[in-house]
């Protein structure tokens, strides 16, 4: 499908707009994972973290998943025959980036400022340099695909409320509505590794919900 770049997530675009590259959505998807995985174990491994190694994994899971979701929720809504107001408001806001940037400094507010036990209990006291690197990446990913799945609840949520969709575009909206669900709902694959984080552990717990109440609503009112 061409794609307006006005009407793309910013990492389609990245993916997607680089001129030369030209690989697949699933390639992209497949990079990425091996990439993050291969240096989780390959970390883990060099400096004995293997504490570290199964966060690492399912992070880097999580954050594949939500890739695949993105690519998904951005095809299924350009197909939608919605006003160009839902699509701008959807993908030319890039609201999905500055939620991202507002999780991932909260993130690092909260390990770095107040409480370091997540970090001590994964890497130690002093984490070397490569394995802090890494794991700033991976977070930062997660923190933007949790963004964009929250801004994907409220824009479906406007949806409803403000547009009259047709019989055929309504059965698709539910699907990626649910689909959003069923990505927030992974997240909690992180929970086990939080359960001495309440700070965290509600964070992750209540964005979850409030995807699913939102997008809930949503389903019910289109």
């Known amino acids: 499908m061409s794609r307006n770049y006005g009407e793309t997530w910013v990492y389609e675009s990245l993916v997607g707009g680089i001129p030369g590259l030209g690989i697949s959505r ?10 993050f995985q291969v240096g989780v174990v390959a970390l883990g491994w060099y400096y004995g973290l293997w504490n570290a190694v199964l966060a690492g994994t399912v992070a ?3 954050a594949a998943v939500g890739s695949i979701e993105m690519h998904r929720l951005g095809a299924g809504n ?6 160009p107001e839902h699509k701008r408001l959807l993908f030319g806001s890039s609201i999905e980036i500055v939620l991202g940037v507002l999780a991932f400094i909260a993130l690092l507010t909260y390990l770095i400022a107040w409480d370091g036990t997540l970090l001590d209990r994964l890497f130690g006291p002093r984490p070397p340099l490569p394995v ?10 997660l923190t933007y695909r949790i963004g964009t799945s929250w801004w994907s609840a ?7 409320v403000n547009v009259e969709v047709s019989p055929a575009d309504a059965s698709l909206v539910r699907r990626l509505d649910a689909e959003n669900i069923g990505f927030s709902v992974l997240q909690l694959a992180l929970v086990p590794f939080l359960l001495e984080e309440p700070v965290l552990l509600g964070a992750v717990v209540g964005h979850v919900l409030a995807v699913a109440i939102v997008c809930t609503t949503a389903i019910l009112l289109t």
Do not use: G, K, N
Request: proline share 3%.
């Open 78 to 83: 350009r197909r939608l025959s919605t006003p």
């Open 132 to 141: 802090v690197y890494l794991t700033l990446l991976i977070l930062w990913d």
């Open 154 to 160: 409220v824009v479906a949520l406007w949806r409803a």
């Open 26 to 35: 699933a390639a992209a998807v497949a990079i990425q994972f091996v990439l």
């Open 60 to 62: 880097v899971v999580v």
